[in-house]
């Protein structure tokens, strides 16, 4: 039985940062608005394993093979995870796949980049799951039930995936100089891409206002990419190398570091289908998706005889 029938006790428990369930009523654009997100979360999860996933076969040891397994695993976890905290808003996986093979739902600009050095592994956890970690903490206390409860279990696993990169970076940079500068040159690609991964600045974001109100997300995203640059210049400076900004420094006033803004006429080109590797993530999704279609006819023949 839904516990919240109607808009009034909708908005009374958004406010008292209580939990909606699926069973709610709740308004039509707050459930368009968890699709979009979570959709976009999941599908961020599943193409995000192939930058990395290409590194498998090449790792240099048995060791730094199966770490890297069993992250890019666990991002198949994350979507999975995700997906199911989806479908309880009404939707199917099978549509979520559909809207992502067709371009109508959009995954994280992040994946669209590529991994040419094996120093991108260690940049990738460094960087790109610490954004993801500062972005989705907050996520935990989601106003949507399943959405929350899916978060805490993908952030103990994403700071496993920060460690792991931060860890291969140290090696790296405890080496030789060739080493040194293979993280160099990945930090310098992977900087400013992971900045926009908190999305366009918050005058123009269109949806951080609503999103804020309904407790969807808990901070802006100009909020996120501070707190992320905070939180990584100390760890650049202990792993000895330089961030690609030169605008940035501490500001004693405001006790936060003041940095360069990202180009953003580059995350609407790499949002909208036209950066480095969008085409060829999609080839591979799309094919991924068509080999996998006697798994889904055999597992619906089995459902069927039951
Ligand atoms: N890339 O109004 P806003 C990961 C879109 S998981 C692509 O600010 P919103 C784990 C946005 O969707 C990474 N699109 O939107 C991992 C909106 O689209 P619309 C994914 C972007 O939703 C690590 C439009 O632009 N994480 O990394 C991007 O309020 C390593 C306007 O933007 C999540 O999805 C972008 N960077 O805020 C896996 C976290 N930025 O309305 C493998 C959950 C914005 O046209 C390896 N999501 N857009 O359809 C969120 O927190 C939010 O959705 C934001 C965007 C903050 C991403």
Same mark, same amino acid.
Request: aromatic share 8%; net charge negative.
């Given at each position: 039985?839904?516990?919240?029938?109607?808009?009034a006790?909708f908005?009374?428990?958004?406010?008292?940062?209580?939990?909606?369930?699926?069973?709610?009523?709740?308004?039509e654009?707050?459930?368009?608005?968890?699709?979009?997100?979570?959709?976009?979360?999941?599908?961020?999860?599943?193409?995000?394993?192939?930058?990395?996933?290409?590194?498998? *076969? /090449? %790792?240099p040891?048995?060791?730094? +093979?199966?770490?890297?397994?069993?992250?890019? @695993?666990?991002?198949?976890?994350?979507?999975?995870?995700?997906?199911?905290?989806?479908e309880t808003?009404g939707?199917?996986?099978?549509e979520?796949?559909?809207?992502?093979?067709?371009?109508?739902q959009?995954?994280?600009?992040?994946?669209?980049?590529?991994?040419?050095?094996?120093?991108?592994?260690?940049t990738?956890?460094?960087?790109?799951?610490?954004?993801?970690?500062?972005n989705?903490v907050?996520?935990?206390?989601?106003?949507?039930?399943?959405y *929350? /409860? %899916?978060?805490i279990?993908i952030? +103990?696993?994403?700071?496993?995936?920060?460690r @792991?990169g931060?860890?291969?970076?140290m090696?790296?940079?405890?080496g030789?100089?060739?080493?040194?500068?293979?993280?160099q040159?990945?930090v310098?690609?992977?900087?400013?891409?992971s900045?926009?991964m908190f999305?366009?600045?918050?005058?123009e974001?269109?949806?951080?206002?609503?999103?804020m109100?309904?407790?969807?997300?808990?901070?802006?995203?100009?909020?996120?990419?501070?707190?992320?640059?905070?939180?990584?210049v100390?760890?650049?400076?202990?792993?000895?190398?330089t961030?690609?900004?030169?605008?940035?420094?501490?500001?004693?006033?405001?006790?936060?570091?003041?940095?360069?803004?990202?180009?953003?006429?580059?995350?609407?080109?790499?949002?909208?289908?036209?950066?480095?590797?969008?085409?060829?993530?999609?080839?591979h999704r799309?094919r991924?998706?068509?080999?996998?279609?006697w798994?889904?006819?055999?597992a619906?023949?089995?459902?069927?005889?039951?």
């Open positions: 039985m839904p516990v919240i029938e109607d808009e006790t908005e009374a428990t958004v406010a008292g940062n209580d939990r909606i369930e699926p069973r709610d009523w709740m308004p654009g707050y459930r368009r608005t968890l699709v979009r997100q979570i959709a976009q979360h999941a599908h961020s999860e599943i193409i995000g394993m192939q930058p990395e996933g290409a590194w498998i *076969g /090449r %790792a040891s048995l060791r730094r +093979k199966a770490i890297l397994l069993a992250k890019v @695993q666990d991002e198949a976890g994350h979507g999975l995870y995700l997906y199911s905290a989806c808003l939707v199917t996986r099978a979520l796949t559909d809207m992502l093979l067709s371009g109508k959009k995954y994280s600009s992040i994946f669209n980049y590529p991994t040419p050095s094996y120093a991108d592994v260690g990738i956890g460094w960087l790109v799951d610490g954004a993801a970690i500062c989705q907050p996520l935990c206390r989601t106003s949507y039930g399943p *929350g /409860r %899916a978060m279990r952030c +103990k696993e994403e700071s496993f995936h920060q @792991q931060y860890e291969l970076l090696t790296m940079m405890r030789t100089d060739e080493q040194r500068a293979m993280v040159e990945s310098d690609r992977f900087w400013w891409p900045l926009m999305g366009p600045p918050d005058v974001s269109p949806n951080t206002a609503r999103s109100a309904w407790g969807i997300k808990r901070n802006t995203n100009d909020e996120l990419r501070q707190r992320f640059v905070d939180m990584t100390p760890q650049a400076e202990a792993l000895g190398v961030l690609p900004d030169p605008d940035l420094r501490w500001n004693p006033d405001r006790g936060a570091y003041d940095f360069g803004q990202p180009d953003w006429s580059e995350l609407k080109r790499v949002v909208s289908g036209e950066g480095p590797c969008n085409a060829e993530r999609m080839a799309t991924a998706h068509e080999d996998g279609a798994v889904r006819e055999a619906a023949a089995y459902a069927g005889q039951r």
